[in-house]
């Protein structure tokens, strides 16, 4: 899932908080101070933005690794597991804001937070929760920024081969991007990265609908596709999947900014709505897709559209050139993350510090993207180890830790043994997806 870039935000959390709610009258919408306040609909349109991206583009891979009609199945219980795991974050965060008497909380201040007004016990957690959040943020960032090169570097690369014959690896093409990413990504103010995300839209939609236009183009009978896949496959499948439609990255900072922030999580609400959208979306590209390719199916379906042909080629060039732009917009998000945290250790030159910070990163990507070329596993990786914790297991942890005392855990602890079937299942795809996505790794770059 793409992520919309956003400032930070500030969490002051007082210096005294009490078990209980300290004022029972407190309502933190009322204290929000948001400027230009987005609208329900305007806030369903920045959140679908927001999740339809490039994401969408290995949803068929996805479903190679699990079958045609049990990925159908799976994508939509993926889909509703992780939009009620936004539930109860967003929830979590109204009653952690009444709490502690703040307006507003970002994912980071959430799991602060929590620790801070649970348990005395849990209180001198609360420093490393917020770290981890953050560090999970910016390894899912990083690394999606890494995946990113890799797709442009692999488009590119065909375009080349077929125009001019020439047959050079793929690790020189990643190389040759970074010189104009560091360019691209000097840029430090995010309003200037307007235009980039217009142009990379526009480029995107186009890429899509010729794309969705191969595809059922001469589409076979879904018996030519297998039901379903081996168990063993099911790893890739959860991480690949989880790393297109999880949206943690992106929801608190729309939340915050809504007119009416109750509406988010309401009956139906922007965020049902959405992802009912997202996951219908996802799961009809990823099944068409697989049932067209089968087993061939590459990391990015537009990979996998005719060779030959030029109306494809082009389709390749949009996608890339939509992708690098969206780089900038995905690598603005953990650079200022970054920096917030290391900015008090240089005493001067605070500008080119930056501008090294950048530069650092932007050719970290470069150097994991060569280190680890093959688009599949990576993909897979990334989604089991960063969007399992920040999409399933956190939400999970924040929410009995806030519940605990006030208001309660339910009856017969419903609330604890829901939670640690969430965790469980968060557990045991990190750890599966990990295992099978690094095997993968390992045996193709060898």
């Known amino acids: 899932m793409e992520n919309l870039p956003s400032s930070r935000t500030e969490t002051t959390l ?49 479903f190679s690794n699990a079958g045609l009609w049990f990925g159908l199945v799976a994508t939509f219980t993926v889909g509703f597991i992780c939009t009620y795991c936004v539930h109860i974050l967003v929830k979590c965060a109204h009653i952690l804001c009444k709490r502690a008497q703040i307006p507003s909380l970002d994912y980071a201040g959430i799991a602060e937070t929590a620790f801070l007004v649970g348990h005395k016990s849990l209180r001198k957690w609360s420093n490393i929760s917020r770290t981890c959040v953050k560090l999970f943020l910016i390894l899912y960032l990083i ?88 168990v063993f496959d099911w790893p890739m499948f959860f991480g690949t999947v989880i790393f297109a439609i999880e949206g943690m990255g992106v929801v608190m900072s729309l939340e915050n900014n809504m007119k009416n922030p109750t509406h988010f999580i309401g009956c139906p609400g922007v965020l049902n709505i959405g992802m009912a959208f997202v996951v219908t979306l996802y799961a009809t590209f990823g099944f068409l897709g697989f049932l067209k390719y089968g087993a061939a199916t590459e990391g990015s379906i537009t990979l996998n559209l005719p060779v030959e042909d030029r109306l494809a080629q082009s389709v390749k060039l949009m996608i890339a050139l939509s992708i690098f732009l969206t780089y900038s917009l995905q690598f603005y998000v953990p650079v200022d993350i970054f920096w917030e945290n290391v900015r008090g250790y240089f005493k001067q030159h605070l500008n080119l510090a930056e501008y090294v910070v950048r530069i650092g990163l932007v050719t970290l990507t470069i150097v994991i993207a060569i280190i680890v070329p093959n688009l599949g596993p990576f993909i897979s990786l990334i989604g089991a180890v960063s969007l399992s914790t920040l999409g399933i297991m956190f939400p999970a942890i924040i929410e009995t830790i806030a519940y605990w005392n006030d208001p309660g855990l339910g009856y017969f602890y419903w609330r604890l043994i829901k939670n640690s079937f969430l965790l469980i299942f968060g557990v045991i795809g990190f750890i599966t997806g990990s295992y099978v996505s690094i095997v993968e790794i390992i045996a193709t770059t060898t």
């Open 143 to 230: 690394g999606t920024c890494c995946v990113y090169v890799v797709l442009v570097a692999s488009s590119i690369k065909q375009v080349i081969e077929v125009i001019s014959n020439i047959q050079l690896n793929i690790r020189l093409y990643i190389l040759m991007l970074l010189f104009p990413l560091i360019l691209s990504n000097l840029v430090r103010r995010l309003k200037y990265l307007v235009w980039y995300s217009f142009i990379a839209n526009i480029l995107m939609g186009i890429g899509l609908g010729i794309t969705l236009y191969y595809i059922l183009t001469d589409l076979p009978p879904t018996t030519t596709q297998y039901a379903i896949a081996s």
């Open 14 to 62: 007082p210096v005294k908080v009490t078990e209980s709610d300290q004022n029972e009258t407190y309502n933190p919408f009322e204290h929000r101070k948001i400027s230009h306040p987005t609208t329900d609909f305007e806030t369903l349109i920045h959140f679908v933005k927001g999740c339809v991206g490039s994401g969408i583009l290995s949803m068929p891979l996805a």
